[in-house]
């Protein structure tokens, strides 16, 4: 079965902080990856995306993701976070040839100020 | 550039009853998807329209139906609405309909009583 797992619920942090969010898909074939981010009150935002190509991949306001194939994995990270970047982040994937978006649950990132 | 908006910005609906929910893509994309958000869910997703067709569908139940019109934007219809049916309904729009990154509207917060 097609899913997105992504391993923390709720992750809390201090500014400066780095952050690590963990993300896995199960996906049959080639995958587009995504990361995207829903601040309060705000829509859902691309982050970063990765379509081919190198597997480290940079996106906005400093955030990075590495595309790992043996692992399934696409994790996003951050040397150090800051208190605006207390969001909701949601991790998605789909197949080459569709455009159906499979998401994780979703992390909830507070920074502590 | 105007980006994806969508329409109302809240519902309340009872047991039963049917809602339409409206979506504009963005300038210039002819693909625009459908999610539904569960609290503290990821986005789950329901169908997507390619230049007036249904491309692709995901496991919602036939009362979920959809449209596209010639200037690519896009209805949801609900029918038979259930309580479970109470969730964030968000549309996405895109450039083409594969390998494309999908921009987000606000979303319609439909309440179902």
């Known amino acids: 079965a097609q899913s997105v797992s992504q391993h923390n619920h709720h992750v809390i942090l201090s500014e400066a902080a780095s952050l690590e969010l963990g993300c896995n898909y199960s996906y049959g074939g080639t995958v587009n990856l995504f990361w995207y981010v829903q601040y309060p009150g705000q829509h859902l935002q691309l982050l970063l995306k990765y379509f081919s190509g190198d597997p480290l991949v940079k996106g906005i306001k400093g955030f990075e993701a590495e595309f790992i194939k043996s692992k399934f994995s696409f994790n996003l990270r951050k040397p150090s976070v800051q208190w605006s970047d207390t969001a909701e982040y949601f991790c998605?994937?789909?197949?080459?040839?569709?455009?159906?978006?499979?998401f994780g649950q979703g992390t909830t990132l507070q920074v502590k100020p | 550039e105007t980006g994806v908006t969508q329409s109302p910005t809240h519902l309340i609906k009872t047991r039963g009853q049917q809602v339409t929910l409206r979506c504009s893509s963005q300038?210039?994309?002819?693909?625009v998807s459908w999610y539904q958000q569960a609290l503290g869910q990821g986005p789950q997703f329901i169908f997507q329209y390619y230049r007036e067709e249904e491309n692709g569908r995901g496991n919602f139940p036939p009362r979920f139906s959809g449209l596209q019109f010639p200037n690519y934007s896009s209805e949801l219809n609900v029918n038979a609405l259930e309580l479970d049916d109470s969730a964030l309904y968000l549309c996405?729009?895109?450039?083409?309909?594969?390998?494309?990154?999908?921009?987000f509207g606000p979303g319609t917060r439909l309440t179902v009583l």
């Open positions: 996405a729009s895109s450039l083409e309909r594969d390998n494309n990154e999908q921009f």
């Open positions: 998605a994937v789909n197949g080459l040839n569709t455009g159906k978006l499979i």
């Open positions: 300038s210039g994309h002819n693909t």
